[in-house]
């Protein structure tokens, strides 16, 4: 019989079903659950992008502007690049999607480090790209490592910084270097998610090395520390060639309209930016001292999330957590069967987080 899904497609891990916290409390028979699972922003969206999108939305019968033309104007003047070095995406998972579609030829290598975002590998597998594997060293991408695993062959090499599920962050100096010493004609995808979160100094975008290298991407996103996740709405930055190339795939409407108008606002909102990066500070120290205190070994981060070793495992912990209505993400997946990950929540979460982990720990 004739094959319907492609081989590729069957053969992926289907994404975990998750369901709707309200659902969830209903089959538990509980109320007020707090999820720390989604690494989102606990503060919730930015004032400013809600003003204007509730000011806006009596266009959304119009089809919104397909080349995000007063996005990508005030990015540029906020990044200091031309406007046609910036892209969007529907949230920059899209772009993932987007740039291994442009790329990638069936049997082509991409390099993925282990364990990273989930999706790189996914979106490479459906494209019948070839994965090679580079393990984290102690938690870190291990970037000498890279350079070693690439080949005549490699045509992708996807770099999270800071990493998740990690939390390590690379230096821009290390970043600098990698790129110094790989052949030019490697795609690199720089995922900075999460980057405005780091507190290390020497942790920063790697914005200013596209011009060393063409085919750099530095992928970021609203969906964090701007608190836009819904929206769905990422951007990312590359030179003119991949662009248009990048171009061609996407969708010509894929950011909607709302989006735009949010993220545009999102832009101007330094204080809530603020705001949302001294509470993610505080929440990390707050819950540090709170594990040092009950003797569990955590990661540190340089993101709003982190890792924690539990001695009952991931998944019963997860389990155990689910069930006093604290959803946290178990790390089994990952390939990290002893660990759970948390973003940092409000105070009041972050305290119940402690006092729920305390109770189903004892
Ligand atoms: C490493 C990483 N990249 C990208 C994303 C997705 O971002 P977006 O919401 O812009 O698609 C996430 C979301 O969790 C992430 O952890």
């Known amino acids: 019989m004739k094959r319907l899904i492609r081989e590729c497609i069957e053969n992926l891990t289907p994404y975990p079903p998750g369901k709707p916290i309200e659902e969830l409390e209903r089959e538990l028979g509980i109320v007020g659950s707090i999820k720390l699972a989604s690494n989102e922003n606990p503060l919730g969206p930015s004032p400013k992008a809600i003003r204007a999108i509730k000011e806006n ?55 993925l480090s282990l364990p990273t975002f989930l999706l790189y590998e996914k979106v490479v597998q459906s494209f019948e790209g070839k994965i090679v594997t580079v393990p984290l060293s102690n938690f870190w991408i291990d970037l000498p490592a890279i350079l070693t695993a690439v080949s005549s062959k490699t045509k992708i090499i996807f770099i999270n910084n800071p990493n998740n599920p990690t939390g390590k962050a690379l230096k821009k100096k290390e970043i600098s270097h990698f790129l110094n010493s790989l052949s030019p004609d490697v795609v690199v995808v720089l995922d900075e998610a999460y980057i405005e979160f780091a507190t290390d100094p020497k942790v920063v975008s790697a914005v200013e090395l596209l011009e060393s290298y063409p085919l750099l991407v530095v992928l970021r996103t609203f969906s964090k520390v701007y608190g836009l996740a819904g929206l769905r709405i990422g951007f990312g930055f590359t030179s003119e060639s991949v662009i248009e190339g990048m171009n061609l795939v996407r969708q010509p409407f894929n950011v909607n309209y709302l989006a735009q108008v949010g993220a545009l606002a999102a832009l101007d909102d330094d204080k809530f930016v603020e705001k949302t990066l001294t509470l993610t500070r505080d929440g990390l120290e707050f819950l540090y001292s709170q594990l040092d205190r009950i003797g569990l070994k955590y990661v540190p981060t340089q993101t709003n999330f982190f890792l924690i070793k539990t001695p009952l495992g991931a998944g019963e912990t997860y389990q155990r957590m689910l069930r006093e209505g604290v959803i946290v993400r178990s790390m089994e997946s990952f390939g990290l069967s002893d660990y759970i990950r948390i973003n940092v929540g409000l105070p009041e979460e972050n305290k119940r987080f402690v006092k729920t982990l305390e109770k189903i720990l004892s």
């Open 57 to 111: 939305i009596n266009n959304i019968h119009r089809y919104p502007d397909g080349s995000s033309y007063y996005l990508r104007q005030k990015l540029a003047k906020k990044f200091g690049l031309p406007m046609s070095k910036i892209i969007l995406g529907n949230g920059s998972n899209e772009l993932i999607k987007v740039i291994v579609h442009t790329f990638l030829s069936p049997d082509d290598e991409v390099i």
